[in-house]
């Protein structure tokens, strides 16, 4: 008799456990059908859902979320524009990639700024120290990554000496990339005065959002005025105060004048989520709200991700590859475009524009070399050039069109960074200073081979790696 009823509990158990895991995965695939997902994105999770339900359900709902509906909300009220900033010129508000990115949860372009181009991690970190040595009131700084090397123990110092000395220090890390050395590497931060946060901690069960959505943006902004953005985490991989044989090649920028003062409207968006610390008291203590004009440059800051209602630079960049008349030019560590980016780049090829494309001939990520190996065949084949970095790891993200407009920022040429991450992009519409990142581009083909499809090994091992590898492409 007790072995009777043992039998029936169980089946009762088994029962309410497949209905239970029947009504999740119902919840999660419209969830995910309601969610404007890439294709292959969503065909990806459906798959892991509808095969895999005990897998792909609960890494969904932990992983899975693409946009926070409270922080859109919020974001859009800002819509990143500074009263009193100075108009770009005319044929630039006119573009249509201008239009496109703005209808997408960005502002528009604003002039009066000066770029300089940082092309080594030496003069990253030598600015960065510069411009934290000279702050008088604000050190706002997100990143990534930072480490718990002679690099990030010499930013963490420089970062609390001025906390004593009475600057206001903020320093956003990413709950996941800075997962080490956000806790008691940074004490001497908190010690002094300073704030340190954690963006999103991982910690799935206990917050609030999708463990999935992480800040992959690189920010500092001085006094409100002067900002350093560009793909280089705080770490000895992308700047130190020596040369180094084994540092990534990168790349980043010093803007000053009002588009500094968009940036720092971005950390503060993120700042607030993190710590609820109101927008309008993190804006009262930068003053001049809209900083004084520096030059003649014309910038769009560009924040995309969670935070937005739309995908402003994925569209942007889609607009720009679809304008483009003489040449598209894409350095990035990682290549795996969606359908629509890599046909447009396909026209443009076939079409006798020059299409250049610059990877690093092995990146940190062998899964991301696999899965781009049927993009960068294809490209070729349809007249496009691409070239493999030979010299350290390229971890730069730049597109230059026309040498007339560039984008750059911390967004790889990825569907995570164009669909799932918060990132940054400036979009540059001055000749002189497209000039200046054309030239560092140029740079890079002297230290690059020509990809040539046919070199690639046919064994069925090969094969097989990458079509798993482009399977798993829209989570990665």
């Known amino acids: 008799m007790e072995e009777v009823t043992h039998v029936v509990e169980t089946s009762i158990w ?3 456990l497949t209905v239970g895991g029947f009504l999740l995965a119902v919840f999660a695939i419209a969830r995910l059908m309601s969610e404007k997902r890439q294709p292959g994105n969503t065909m990806a999770w459906l798959l892991g859902i509808v095969l895999i339900p005990y897998l792909g359900v609960p890494l969904y709902l932990l992983f899975g979320g693409r946009k926070i509906k409270k922080l859109v909300a919020r974001k859009d009220k800002m819509q990143l524009r500074l009263p009193g900033a100075p108009a770009a010129r005319e044929q630039v508000m006119h573009l249509p990639s201008n239009r496109t990115i703005m209808a997408n949860g960005s502002g528009p372009p604003i002039g009066g700024n000066r770029l300089k181009v940082l092309r080594t991690g ?25 480490a718990r090397d002679e690099t990030g123990k010499a930013l963490v110092e420089e970062l609390a000496k001025r906390a004593r000395e009475g600057v206001t220090v903020r320093l956003l890390l990413d709950g996941l990339g800075s997962f080490v050395a956000a806790g008691r ?43 350093i953005v560009g ?79 739309g995908d402003p630079l994925y569209e942007g960049l889609v607009s720009f590859v679809q304008e ?45 070399d696999y899965a781009r190996r049927q993009y960068l065949r294809d490209l070729q084949l349809a007249g496009a050039r691409v070239l493999l970095f030979q010299a ?68 069925w091992t090969s094969l097989l790696a990458e079509d798993l590898s482009r399977l798993l492409a829209p989570l990665l």
């Open 122 to 146: 030496e003069a990253s970190f030598n600015e960065f120290v510069t411009r934290i040595r000279a702050a008088r009131r604000t050190i706002h700084i997100t990143t990534f990554i930072l």
């Open 231 to 309: 793909g280089r985490n705080m770490a000895r991989e992308y700047m130190g105060p020596t040369a180094w044989d084994q540092r990534w090649t990168d790349f980043g920028a010093v803007i000053e004048g009002p588009a500094a003062g968009l940036i720092d409207e971005v950390f503060f968006a993120d700042w607030n989520f993190a710590t609820d610390k109101s927008i309008q008291e993190l804006r009262e203590e930068a003053s001049p709200v809209c900083p004084a004009s520096q030059g003649t440059c014309d910038l769009q800051v560009i924040a995309s991700g969670p935070d937005v209602h």
């Open 185 to 227: 590497f940074c004490e001497p931060i908190r010690r002094a005065g300073g704030t340190v946060r954690r963006f999103m901690p991982v910690a799935p069960l206990s917050t609030r959002h999708s463990a999935n959505l992480r800040n992959h943006r690189k920010i500092a902004v001085f006094d409100h005025e002067t900002a």
């Open 14 to 16: 088994s029962h309410l």
């Open 392 to 459: 350290a790891m390229l971890h730069a993200k730049v597109v230059i069109v026309d040498d007339k407009h560039a984008v750059f920022g911390s967004a790889n040429f990825d569907l995570r960074s164009l669909f799932v991450n918060f990132e940054i992009g400036i979009a540059v519409y001055t000749p002189a200073e497209v000039a200046a990142m054309r030239s560092w581009a140029g740079e890079l083909v002297r230290h690059s081979r020509t990809y040539i499809a046919g070199k690639i090994p046919r064994r």
């Open 324 to 368: 483009a008349e003489q040449s598209v030019w894409i350095i990035t560590p990682y290549f795996i475009p969606d359908e629509v980016l890599q046909r447009s780049l396909l026209v443009k090829a076939r079409a006798g524009v020059d299409v250049t494309l610059i990877v690093p001939e092995k990146s940190n990520h062998a899964v991301t």
